[in-house]
């Protein structure tokens, strides 16, 4: 692959190939620039206060950019592997991405449920005081049939499971 550059440097030192190159998909080149600007040093010449000139990026330029990138992934990784790595693992398990968690609280929070259950209950199990979360629970319970409501009898006005979930 053919690569130019033109390459202007300032006197002090400083290489403006960095406001090139930020943010773009060939920021290995920030590190590796002065190195390669230093081995085409014969292709610039001094054009008032800066250094100037065209030369083409060769292999060598390539491996040195590819072994710079190496090196900052492998840092990267050092550091901050694990974090990352836990970072995937908790968006695995969130409910916007895959939905499995929700589904599986619900599960769980249906298994605690006793056999004959009030609104309490459903608070208890499931970790929520609100009086709408209930009455969504219910809802969906019933729309589900996996609960019933007990229409007479020692337990009227409460709740019975019909089945055993398995998650």
């Given at each position: 692959?053919n690569?130019?550059?033109?390459?202007s440097?300032?006197?002090?030192?400083?290489?403006?190939?960095?406001?090139?190159?930020?943010?773009?998909?060939?920021?290995?080149?920030?590190i590796?620039?002065?190195?390669?600007?230093?081995?085409?040093?014969?292709?610039?010449?001094?054009?008032?206060?800066?250094?100037?000139?065209?030369?083409?990026?060769?292999?060598?330029?390539?491996?040195?950019?590819?072994?710079?990138?190496?090196?900052q992934y492998?840092?990267?990784?050092?550091?901050f592997?694990?974090?990352?790595?836990?970072?995937?693992?908790?968006?695995?398990?969130?409910?916007?991405?895959?939905g499995?968690?929700?589904?599986?609280?619900?599960?769980?929070?249906?298994?605690?449920l006793?056999?004959?259950?009030?609104?309490?209950?459903?608070?208890?199990?499931?970790?929520?005081?609100?009086?709408a979360y209930?009455?969504?629970?219910?809802?969906r319970?019933s729309?589900?049939?996996?609960?019933?409501?007990?229409?007479?009898?020692?337990?009227?006005?409460?709740f019975?499971?019909?089945m055993?979930?398995?998650?």
């Open positions: 692959m690569f130019f550059f033109y390459v440097i300032k006197t002090q030192g400083a290489v403006a190939l960095h406001n090139l190159l930020q943010n773009s998909e060939y920021q290995k080149f920030l590796a620039a002065p190195f390669i600007d230093m081995r085409h040093f014969d292709h610039l010449h001094l054009e008032g206060k800066y250094w100037e000139g065209t030369y083409e990026v060769d292999e060598l330029d390539w491996k040195l950019c590819e072994l710079i990138a190496r090196i492998a840092t990267q990784q050092h550091f592997g694990v974090m990352a790595e836990k970072y995937f693992d908790d968006m695995n398990n969130d409910v916007q991405i895959t499995k968690r929700h589904y599986q609280k619900s599960v769980d929070g249906y298994n605690r006793p056999e004959v259950f009030d609104k309490e209950d459903i608070k208890r199990c499931f970790g929520n005081n609100g009086s209930v009455a969504m629970k219910i809802k319970f729309e589900d049939r996996l609960i019933e409501r007990i229409e007479d009898g020692e337990h009227k006005g409460k019975r499971k019909l055993k979930l398995m998650a």
